[in-house]
């Protein structure tokens, strides 16, 4: 089966203008989180989705947002850019129900996103 | 909060020798804890995931873990290593969130190069 898929796979912006990063899910995954990675930081996670409700936030600025869409893709939104949010952004699906601790998390191939 | 470290940036072992990469964790509860690989432009696969049961994990290309409750410790082994194990190794553990949600926290990651 399809696995998750990530658009744009690289983009480049520069400071002040705004991005949109999608995200599909493996089919009958109900459940998208959102996770930064640099090389100071590492990996860190910034939000998730259920049911097209956000469950959970981490500790990022509100220019960081994010949306899931009643087929269970996701976007998320990154607002008046800065340099230090050059980053791959990775997106991951997972059924998130039931045992949900347990599911293991699905990850794309991410979207590097490059700040000028 | 939960946490895990991954003392070791960078671990270097020979063709055809047990490999292992290293990782403590901090948890209120019981731990539910993963290992997934990130291969140069790539998301994260992961490799296997401990949450209750037999001490020794087995998991994709293997590899296997061993759970130390006393040690805290979830290290990665596998038995004779390839060159295309190369890569970098994340070690992370279930952090639960709000509303029956839950994120991953993740170590720094042990970059793992197998030497010809």
């Known amino acids: 089966k399809a696995g998750v898929t990530q658009t744009p796979r690289y983009l480049i912006k520069t400071r002040g203008q705004q991005v949109t990063l999608s995200c599909s899910p493996i089919?009958?995954?109900?459940?998208v989180s959102w996770y930064q990675q640099t090389p100071g930081q590492g990996l860190q996670f910034l939000f998730e989705y259920f049911s097209e409700t956000q469950r959970n936030k981490g500790n990022f600025p509100g220019r960081f947002s994010g949306r899931q869409f009643s087929n269970s893709r996701s976007e998320m939104n990154v607002s008046t850019l800065e340099l230090g949010d050059s980053a791959l952004y990775l997106c991951?699906?997972?059924?998130?129900?039931?045992?949900?601790?347990?599911?293991?998390?699905?990850f794309g191939a991410g979207s590097r996103l490059t700040v000028l | 909060a939960q946490s895990v470290a991954q003392p070791e940036d960078q671990v270097n072992v020979a063709e055809g020798n047990p490999l292992t990469v290293k990782c403590t964790y901090s948890?209120?509860?019981?731990?539910?804890l993963f290992w997934y690989v990130q291969y140069p432009n790539r998301g994260l696969q992961f490799l296997l995931k401990?949450?209750?049961?037999?001490?020794l994990v087995k998991g994709s290309y293997g590899f296997e873990a061993e759970f130390n409750k006393s040690q805290t410790s979830f290290h990665l082994k596998k038995p004779s290593a390839l060159v295309s194990d190369s890569a970098l190794y994340f070690c992370?553990?279930?952090?639960?969130?709000?509303?029956?949600?839950?994120?991953?926290?993740f170590g720094k990651g042990t970059k793992l190069s197998v030497i010809p």
């Open positions: 948890v209120s509860g019981n731990p539910y």
């Open positions: 401990y949450i209750t049961g037999d001490n």
């Open positions: 089919s009958g995954h109900r459940s």
């Open positions: 991951a699906s997972s059924l998130g129900q039931g045992a949900s601790g347990a599911n293991v998390l699905t």
């Open positions: 992370a553990v279930r952090d639960p969130g709000g509303a029956g949600s839950y994120q991953l926290t």
